[in-house]
Structure formats: C-alpha cells, structure tokens
C-alpha cells in the first residue's frame, strides 16, 4: 500500500544483452520513501538498470530484493501490486481508449473474489485529474499528441496505486510547461503517499530540483550517488557527461544548477576566422 517505505536492494548486479555487458557488478539500496533520479550519457546503462530494477531484464549474476524477496520469486500479481513501471515510449493497442489504458493499471488489485470496485474507480479517476487528462478519457490514446499520450501513460502507472514507481525519461515528448507538470505530480505523489520512486532524467537541472537522491552513472557502474548537491559537481559532471561547466545555485529551488560551457564560450579558445 502506499504510505509504506519498501526497501529496493541491488547487489552485484551484472546485466547484458546478449554478450555484450552492460552493467557490471553493482550495488545499489534505492532511499526508500524518496524521488531518486539516475542520470549518465547516453548509454552508460540507465535504463537497463531501470529493466532489472523492474524485473524486465533477468541478472547474468546477482539479484534484485524488494523487501528482503528477491523478485524473481515474487508472483506476477503481486509483484504487479507493489511495483509500478513506465517504460520508454510504450504502445497502447490501436483504438484504446486512455480510460481503458487507465483502468488497465488497477488490473494487478482484481481478483476472482475482487472485481471492479468503487475504490478502483475513485483511483482511475483521481490519476486522470492529476495528470490533466480527464477530458480526453474517451479519446484513443493513439490519436493523442506525443505529450498527452505520454500524460496518459503516467495516469495509468498512478492508478496503479503502487509504492514503488520506477520512470524511464517520464518527460520524453514532452514541452517545458508539461515536463513540469508531471515533476510536480511525481513530487506529490512522493510527498503525500510516501511512494519510492526512481526515475530516469537526462536534464541536470530537473534532476537536482526534483530528487531527494541522485546516482550517476558511467560506463555501467555508479560513479557517484548522494544528495544532488553532493554528486552534481563541476568535476563530476566533467567525468561522467564529458562537460565543463560551472555549478551555480539555482536562484528558484536552491539546489544545484549546471551551466554548461561550449568551446565557443571559452575565452581565447577556437576565436572565430576572418570572414
């Protein structure tokens, strides 16, 4: 139920595809009761943590606990129950409605004895209000724009009522407005219903104001993890994306804020030519 503080437990995780190896011998407890953010470069194994942490990707060695289980001995269901994923651009059968998406998040709480109830469409409503999407209910979610069929997906993993939720770019196709709507949304959730969440951000900034916890990652291990303020630094953020750049305050949140540094934006560096 959420409320509760599941404990989210990875240890010496190695994860491939096929032979090629792509996290390697990691260890990891998620704060439980937290938004943490992982970010890293393209490919340095986000998301592919995020699979294992979800149980989509199956360990070569190691194993993931949740609550001190470990989820390959978890059932479906209820795994279903406790576990909430957002996966990169997911599809939904051509004509489904975002309402029929949106109930289908309350599928793990039926049961034979269990059927439809009040309290389950209390749900699906309440995630379609919080998202913004109770006036297109009835639309079919593959008629929507990239950022409502996005939204619509995100009211699906909140009616699933899970105390984990795990995101996977969950601003993807999404405008700066709409990117921070569904930020603040993730923020409410964690702070009224205590949910652990982890999502997978590549904007900085978004990641230091949103999270409680950051992990950084490179090259398929954690090159840092803490508060945003003791990861997102000028040396780390050189060492895990490749970039200079100076780290500010953030004027608005406090937190850390990156302004990064071109090489057209270095004095006496690369001055442009004659015309």
Known sequence: MPGTEP??????LHLAYE???VVEDL??????????????ANACGKSTLLRALARLLAPRRGAVHL??????????RELARRLGILPQSPVAP?????LDLVNRGRSPHQTWWRQWSKADQEAVHAALAATGMSDLAHRAVDELSGGQRQRAWIAMAVAQGTPVLLLDEPTTYLDLAHQLDVLDLIMDLNRRESRTIVMVLHDLNQACRYADHVIAMKAGRIAAEGTPAEVITEATVEDVFGLRCKVTSDPVSGTPMIIPI???HVPGRDEPGPA
């Open 7 to 12: 404990e989210l437990r990875a240890t010496g």
């Open 19 to 21: 032979d090629r190896l």
């Open 27 to 40: 260890d990891l407890l998620v704060p439980p009761g937290r938004i943490t953010a992982i970010v890293g």
């Open 67 to 76: 609550d001190g289980r470990a989820l390959q001995s978890i059932p479906s």
């Open 94 to 98: 051509e004509g489904l409605t975002v």
């Open 262 to 264: 071109g090489r057209h």
